[in-house]
C-alpha cells in the first residue's frame, strides 16, 4: 500500500471517529428548569398544588414544599436539602424557587446568607415582605420578619440579589409592602385583583390560586421580566420605603 493510500485509510478513519464524538446522543435530555415552590405561613402544600400543575404543565416540573414558615432558618435549611436532592438527581437541570408570602424569605435567606445562589437560576417571591412585614411583629410565627429586626437587618444588608440568579418580585395589587430588593430585580407589579375570586380585601392569601400570577411566574422562569428591570443602589430601600398605602406604620 502507497503512502499516499495509507494517508487517505487514516484520515477517513479519523473522521468517522470525530462525527460520532461530536454527535449529540440520541437520548440526551434537554435541559429542564425545576420548580420548588415554598408556600406562606399556615396554608400548607394543599393550595398550591394547581400553581403546580399548571407550572409542570408548561413543562416545568413543579414540587411543593409543605413547610409551615415558622421559622424562617429553618425552613431555609429544607429548602437546601431539597435543591441538593435536585442536583444529584438531575445535575444538568436548573432550579427555580417560587415563594409565597413569608415562604420567599426563607427562599431569600437560603439564596443570600447559605450560598444558595451558586445553585438556583431563578427566584420569584410573590408577596413576600422584602424589608419586613408588620404582620410579623409580635407573633410566634417568624417574629424576625418584622420590620427593624436584626434577623432583618442582617438579610437586607449589602446587595439584595447576589450571584447570577435572576431575581423577581411580583404582588398583587392590594399589599401591604412593595416587594422590592436592591441590586437587579423584574418587578411584576401589580397584579390586577382576580375577578372570579371573592372581593374581600384579601388578595395575598389568593395569590397562589390566581392565573395571572401563574402566568407571570411561567414568564420568569422561562426567562422574560413581564414588567420593568431596576437595579436599585445599597441602603436606599426600608420598610418605609416598601410600606404601600395603608400599611401600618413602624
Not at 409543605?66 to 436532592?85: E, M, Q
Not at 401589580?190 to 395569590?207: C, Q, V, Y
Request: glycine residues 12%.
Amino acid at each position: 500500500m502507497s503512502i499516499r493510500s495509507v494517508v487517505v485509510l487514516v484520515s477517513g478513519v479519523l473522521a468517522m471517529i470525530l462525527s460520532v464524538v461530536a454527535a449529540p446522543s440520541a437520548d440526551a435530555a434537554p435541559t429542564t428548569t425545576r420548580v420548588l415552590i415554598i408556600p406562606g405561613q399556615y396554608v400548607g402544600a394543599v393550595p398550591f398544588a394547581p400553581m403546580a400543575d399548571d407550572l409542570t404543565s408548561r413543562g416545568y416540573p413543579t414540587a411543593v414544599l409543605d413547610l409551615p414558615g415558622f421559622d424562617i432558618k429553618t425552613d431555609a435549611r429544607k429548602i437546601g436539602a431539597a435543591v441538593g436532592r435536585i442536583h444529584r438527581e438531575h445535575p444538568a437541570d436548573r432550579i427555580a424557587l417560587v415563594g409565597h408570602s413569608i415562604g420567599g424569605i426563607s427562599a431569600r435567606y437560603y439564596l443570600k446568607e447559605m450560598g444558595g445562589h451558586a445553585k438556583v437560576a431563578t427566584y420569584v417571591a410573590v408577596g413576600s415582605p422584602q424589608y419586613g412585614s408588620p404582620g410579623a411583629c409580635g407573633q410566634d410565627a417568624a417574629p424576625e420578619v418584622c420590620p427593624g429586626t436584626s434577623f432583618m437587618t442582617s438579610l437586607n444588608k449589602g446587595d439584595d440579589t447576589p450571584g447570577k440568579t435572576q431575581y423577581y418580585g411580583v404582588r398583587s395589587a392590594r399589599e401591604w409592602v412593595d416587594g422590592h430588593l436592591d441590586g437587579g430585580q423584574c418587578r411584576v407589579t401589580p397584579i390586577p385583583a382576580n375577578e372570579s375570586l371573592p372581593a374581600l380585601g384579601l388578595e395575598h392569601t389568593f395569590e397562589p390560586l390566581d392565573p395571572k400570577i401563574w402566568d407571570v411566574t411561567a414568564a420568569a422562569i422561562g426567562g422574560q421580566c413581564r414588567g420593568r428591570f431596576v437595579t436599585q443602589p445599597d441602603g436606599v430601600l426600608s420598610y418605609r420605603t416598601s410600606a404601600l398605602p395603608g400599611a401600618p406604620v413602624r
